[in-house]
């Protein structure tokens, strides 16, 4: 088993985050939470993790107050991968969902290895 902890940071200011890993190709699990606040008024807020460009899953939560942050429900997956070194990019769900330096996220990707 592999694990690699692709991020656990904050996006830059312009609320990019992104990062790279690499497997031996198989099956992966792959560990997904965050923050992100909504405005002008409360709603949907959520962000989507991209894997090689490709929607891999959303992270989201309802939020009723505007401009309070908020915790995402945490996701975790298990994808099949090929061998080589893959990208993960996250994007905002909507135009309600907001993220800045006082959110922060965790990637944590866990390759499988079946006997």
């Known amino acids: 088993m592999i694990i690699t902890n692709v991020w656990n940071d904050s996006p830059s200011p312009g609320g990019n985050l992104s990062g790279n890993f690499t497997t031996n190709g198989g099956y992966v699990q792959i560990f997904f939470a965050g923050s992100a606040f909504s405005a002008p008024s ?12 490709n929607l891999a899953t ?3 939560v309802y939020t009723n107050e505007p401009s309070s942050h908020k915790s995402l429900v ?4 298990v994808m099949k991968l ?3 070194t893959h990208s993960a990019t996250i994007t905002l769900l909507n135009t309600q969902t907001h993220i800045d330096l006082n959110d922060l996220f965790t990637l944590v990707v866990t390759e499988l290895t079946f006997s």
Do not use: H, Q
Not at 74 to 77: R, T
């Open 58 to 60: 959303t992270a989201r």
């Open 42 to 53: 409360g709603g949907m807020v959520g962000v989507n993790l991209l894997i090689d460009n």
């Open 82 to 84: 090929p061998a080589g």
């Open 74 to 77: 945490p996701v975790s997956i």
